[in-house]
């Protein structure tokens, strides 16, 4: 069985970094399978987020754990977070699952919601075709936090926006 966990990442989720190589770390793989990393990097990063990114990379190899960890990047010219360049590396993940790694399973995995030590075998324990977990959006300035998933009435809004009226 062959996983791809694909992250798209920025500069701005500097941040991020050491959780998520320790979730990374220490994440149970199921047993017979190969797993591979990802990432794709958006935003024209500067160079020492690269060079920590690389450190990180490297770190994480040594445990040999994963058939590779790769990064890569997707230069739109845009400078500024955006829902176009997230889209894009998901959109290269999936591409790259698909024609280059033949995966059975794609997990996207977002930089800022490292996942906890038993997350990819839990959603391939459901047997289905599609799973997904619960998400928490972090908020600015002290607002309380939504979980990523509503019910609302009326159509679905042209910009997916957490919206405060959504019923929860």
Same mark, same amino acid.
């Given at each position: ?8 990442i920025?500069?701005?989720k500097? #941040?991020?970094?050491?959780?998520? #190589?320790r979730a ?7 047993n ?5 990393i ?7 990063p500067?160079?020492?987020?690269m ?14 754990k994963y058939r ?11 400078? =500024? ?6 889209? =894009?590396?998901? =959109?290269?993940?999936?591409d790259? &699952?698909l024609?280059?790694? =033949? &995966? %059975?399973?794609?997990?996207?995995? %977002? &930089?800022d919601?490292?996942?906890?030590? %038993? ?7 459901? %047997? ?13 300035n ?7 998933i ?11 926006i957490?919206?405060?009226s959504?019923?929860?």
């Amino acid at each position: 069985m062959n996983i791809l966990i694909g992250t798209p990442i920025e500069e701005s989720k500097y #941040f991020c970094l050491k959780p998520l #190589f320790r979730a990374w770390k220490h994440l149970k793989l199921p047993n017979g399978s190969e797993v591979a990393i990802l990432l794709v990097v958006t935003l024209s990063p500067g160079i020492s987020f690269m060079k920590r990114l690389d450190e990180y990379v490297r770190q994480l190899v040594k445990h040999q754990k994963y058939r590779y960890v790769i990064v890569g990047a997707w230069h739109d010219g845009r400078r =500024e977070w955006n829902r176009h360049s997230l889209e =894009e590396a998901r =959109e290269l993940i999936r591409d790259f &699952a698909l024609n280059r790694y =033949e &995966a %059975d399973y794609i997990w996207f995995v %977002d &930089a800022d919601n490292p996942p906890p030590k %038993d997350a990819l075998t839990r959603l391939l324990a459901l %047997d289905a075709d599609i799973a997904g977990s619960l998400i928490y959006q972090r908020m600015r300035n002290d607002e309380p936090t939504y979980p990523l998933i509503y019910e609302y009435p009326g159509p679905p809004p042209s910009d997916p926006i957490l919206r405060p009226s959504w019923k929860k």
